[in-house]
């Protein structure tokens, strides 16, 4: 498989912006949802509001997931080193996210 020069450079900003962006994104898009839910109930369009409610629990649920994921692993490492490396864990993480990363630029 050939390497373009042009996708590599376009690799690193990009996965720092998922890294970053997608955080604030999912923050936002929380209160969004918040915001737009209370708004509809004060204009008497519940079946509005009720689906925002519903899309900003499913973004709850998924900051609930990972939070359990990740104290999970770090309970983990402790259970098996009996500390916890932060840089080990991130290190694994960043490897594991730009391994992913190759796949999606190599097409």
């Known amino acids: 498989m050939e390497l373009i020069p042009r996708r590599e450079g376009l690799r690193r900003p990009s996965m720092r912006q998922v890294v970053v962006v997608m955080p604030s994104a999912f923050t936002l898009g929380n209160l969004f949802f918040g915001f ?7 204009n008497g369009n519940f079946r509005w509001a009720g689906w925002f409610i519903v899309f900003a629990g499913i973004l709850d649920m998924f900051f609930v997931i990972s939070g359990f994921l990740i104290t999970t692993l770090l309970l983990q490492e402790h259970a098996e ?3 916890i490396s932060l840089r080990k864990f991130y290190s694994r993480r960043a490897i594991r996210l730009l391994h992913d990363s190759d796949r999606g630029t190599a097409t």
């Open 81 to 83: 080193n009996g500390e």
């Open 36 to 42: 737009w839910a209370i708004v509809s109930a004060f």
